[in-house]
């Protein structure tokens, strides 16, 4: 039935027609007929086909054509006029629990805001509490929407799921009998996203520590519980499967419910080949088991290396298994390069965050707030500019003999491809980040042209976050990355691993990219505190998704290194 279909957009129509300020009793008539459609007790096409449709009192003549043209086209051009005429990301607005079409009206006309990410800032800068009728209470429901809308829309953030996965662990390993707990899928392939979480435990009663873990606090129903698999529901609508394998198969099932499906099913291939059988039981040699205790064993005995977790997607990690890269890790990390404070949207002062990285073991850090345009996170203007760097530059005094503290500045690409500081500002400086915050729904040509002109500047050393995406709240700018990657190149300019969860921005298959063209790139946070400092593992992960090794990375140089570095010219 297309019932619901239809309530649907009808909806949507009475959300985009009141954001856009039409008539109240035109918007009211739409949604009286999206309640009359969600109310129908049968198939709107049978009743539309036999004439009672148009005898419902509501359902007037325009409503009956716009009914007929979806049910015939899967469209109402009404609708997609409307549409047309308002930003891509307001639409995604309206499904935020808590936020009327009259306060997203209010919030695009007031502060320009048109995607959840914008709102998300706003709401965390304060700056939104400012317009009439924002109460606090009013802020904190939206955030929760917003929460709401992220989790509920299909798959889950990484930077999500992994907390949840590993206090879950954490549970499973207390419980008695216990004697491994284990993530897998793709959540042990650290992807971006996540389906739902899946567990391996090897334990010697499996049907006790089932029924345990379904009874953990976290779980809101139980799907199934067996003596070898439960699956459960937990907050948001999270799926967790929890699987209990025997010790002399653990390997194995670690293989094969880690995945990918695609790098399982070359892997069974190649068993194939060698007259062996691949299963999540082990590895077989006619009915003999050859291994499967243990991941290494499976992968030695099919000749090749261990492979691992984050590279397992079918992306030449088969072919080219004699020269994998030695990938990334986060000890590798000697500094932190995009971070805010309390000079912009930050929430800790710049001596705050100082001392933060030093107790993470950096060797360098950099400074870099918002620059002017930047508004709505209370970006710094030429003169508060002047005295923020004069502030850094005495703690950076302080702490000299601990970290070298650059100050730097995260600076606005503006819509003409203009830097939001000029040259002699930017001189001051000792690190200058140039991103784009305001008109991401440029056309490709467009906004790409605009970010190769700023690499041009001898300044700019990184582009930050440079697609623009976020993760399950808007889409990527239409940039053409090959295009940056090419200039990065020919610029000596940086490129930034975003390594906010919601952004992972490079994301992996740009930094393969970035990687064969030689360019460099720096795994930043972008921290607003200080425990987003800690977002840095996320960004190890992407980079390891991207096959990165410590040698394509910026900030993995020690500190005489890359002091070195950062004061010569760029070309
Ligand atoms: P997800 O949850 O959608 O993010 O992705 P995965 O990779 O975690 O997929 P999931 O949860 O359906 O299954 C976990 C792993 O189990 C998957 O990566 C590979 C393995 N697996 C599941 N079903 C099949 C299958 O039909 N064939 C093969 N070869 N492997 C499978
Ligand atoms: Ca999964
Ligand atoms: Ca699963
Ligand atoms: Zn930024």
Redesign the pocket.
Known sequence: MKNEELADIFNEIADLMEIQGEQPFRIASYRKVARILEELTEDVETLLADGRLAKIPGIGKGSLERIEEYLKTGKISTHQELVKKVPKGLLKLTKVPGLGPKTIALLWKEMDITDIGQLRKAINSGMIEKLPGMGAKKVEKISKGIDFVIRSSG?IPLGIALPIAEELITQIKKIAGVKKAEI??????R?E??????ILTEASDGQKVLEKFTKFRQVREVLASGSTKASVRIQDNIQV?VRVIPAESFGAAWQ??????????RL?KIAIEKKLKLN?YGLFENEKQIAGANEEEIYHKLSLPYIPPEL?EDRGEIENADKLPTLIDRKDIKGDLHMHTTASDGHNSPEEMIRACIERGYEYMCITDHSKSSAIAGGLDETRLRKHIAAVRKLAEKYKNEIAVLIGSEVDILADGQLDYDDGLLAELDFVIASVHSALSQPADKITKRVLKVMENPYVRLIGHPTGRLLAQREASAIDVAKIIKQAKDTDTWLELNSSWQRLDLKDVHLRLAKQEGVKICICTDAHSIDQLDYIQYGIYTARRGWLEKEDVINTLSRKKFMELVKQRKR
């Open positions: 798959r897998a899928g793709s959540l042990r392939r992807a996203t996540i389906g739902d979480i899946d499967d094969y419910f880690t995945g990918s499906k695609a790098h399982n099913v069974r999540e397992r």
